[in-house]
């Protein structure tokens, strides 16, 4: 085990991937909504849901389709269902929509904290660390994930990109946080599943930036970002601070 380091004179935490099963849960709710609309689709699960898979890779694989679609999510969950229907051949734009919909009604639903992560927060507020939340997407979602959670009463500042009008990696976000807190960068700690989120950028800032490793995937071969620590989950940075 990691030797103990100080605790850290703020966190900042990211949200999806970090603290909730945002991309688990995600599967589960699109595998769940293929079978709800199979018969109008016309072809079992097993037949749609690798194709809806795909089709989420391909639109959040693009750059400019990201952060466009992060910021007007219902738009991006129909245009993922779209092309996916596509590649059956079913040109249907208003189907689309409709599954969309099915799908954004229980999504924030079936969302869980990963294990161990609420009580997280818990240990770092009653060690008296304050704690920032900073979480890119569209001011509506991730307002009802943390209205849903009730996650502002852990925070001293709630900072979503759909709300500010910029998110991370811009250095304002880290600097609004770091205030809100009331302490410099020096100190700090920067947590997330994002190495140029959550590591890069905050330790250009000097931060010590935390990779968040929750599908154990292990650092890419063409990354040259390096974290000062890897977690498999935030549970694991307790043992780290005590």
Not at 76 to 97: C, E, K
Not at 99 to 114: E, G, K, L, P, Q
Not at 119 to 134: E, M, N, R
Request: hydrophobic share 45%; charged share 20%; with cysteine.
């Amino acid at each position: 085990m990691p030797d103990p380091v100080p605790l850290p004179t703020a966190i900042l935490f990211d949200l999806d991937d970090t603290l909730l099963d945002t991309t688990l849960s995600a599967t589960r709710v699109w595998d769940q909504t293929a079978a709800a609309f199979a018969h109008e689709i016309g072809h079992p699960p097993s037949v749609f849901q690798p194709v809806l898979k795909a089709s989420r890779a391909w639109f959040w694989g693009d750059a400019k389709r990201n952060q466009a679609g992060r910021l007007d999510v219902q738009a991006s969950r129909i245009a993922v269902t779209h092309h996916g229907l596509l590649q059956l051949g079913i040109d249907d734009r208003g189907l689309a929509a409709r599954f969309a919909d099915h799908y954004s009604a229980h999504r924030v639903s079936t969302m869980a904290f990963f294990a161990g992560a609420e009580q997280t927060l818990k240990f770092f507020v009653d060690a008296g660390v304050p704690l920032a939340l900073i979480t890119n997407g569209d001011a509506r979602g991730q307002r009802e994930k943390v209205e849903h959670f009730d996650l502002a009463r852990y925070f001293q500042a709630v900072l979503i990109e759909g709300e500010l009008g910029f998110g991370k990696p811009d250095p304002r976000v880290y600097a609004q946080a770091l205030s809100a807190c009331g302490v410099p960068a020096v100190g700090a700690w920067c947590v997330g599943d994002s190495l140029s989120w959550e590591v890069a950028a905050p330790q250009a800032l000097g931060l010590r930036g935390v990779w968040n490793d929750w599908a154990g995937v292990g650092l890419p071969e063409d990354t040259d970002v390096r974290p000062d620590q890897t977690v498999r989950c935030v549970a694991d940075l307790v043992p780290l601070s005590k």
